[in-house]
């Protein structure tokens, strides 16, 4: 939870930050993809954190700029795309899977091998980069596909 002697940080809807969360902003309960994701760097004792936004760079947040800015905590692929049930995802390996679940602190995948782990995985954040886990795309997406003239799309 950061650096010893802070008392931890929560997002604007009561979930602990960690270091190497992903959040998004939402003003009045909906997202505002204009600042898409930021993932939290570090810590400061003095209760600030240090946000990296792609594009934008590296901001510092208090607890009030978090609720001012509706900030909520999410599980993000290895880019910071926020994690959603039903999503196709690929490791860095090349092992392919759908988003079974998603939770406050960890994701839940199916992975089509099975292997000593079994085809059920639970990772936290820090797994997820770890294994350099990416959305690939939606089930929708291959619903959507169709064969033409012997080729399918």
Request: proline content about 1%; aromatic content about 12%; overall charge neutral.
């Amino acid at each position: 939870m950061g650096a010893c002697g802070t008392r931890g940080m929560k997002d604007a809807y009561g979930t602990w930050l960690e270091e190497g969360s992903w959040v998004e902003c939402t003003s009045n309960g909906t997202v505002d993809t204009r600042q898409g994701t930021g993932k939290i760097e570090r810590f400061r004792a003095d209760d600030l954190a240090f946000f990296s936004w792609p594009g934008w760079g590296t901001y510092v947040y208090g607890e009030a700029d978090i609720l001012y800015y509706g900030m909520r905590k999410i599980m993000a692929d290895r880019e910071g795309k926020k994690l959603k049930t039903d999503q196709l995802v690929k490791t860095a390996d090349g092992l392919e899977g759908v988003v079974a679940d998603v939770g406050e602190y960890n994701v839940t995948f199916m992975f089509a091998a099975k292997d000593w782990n079994g085809k059920r995985r639970t990772y936290r954040q820090a797994d997820i980069e770890a294994y350099g886990i990416k959305v690939a795309g939606t089930l929708d997406s291959l619903r959507d596909r169709q064969c033409v003239g012997g080729a399918c799309f």
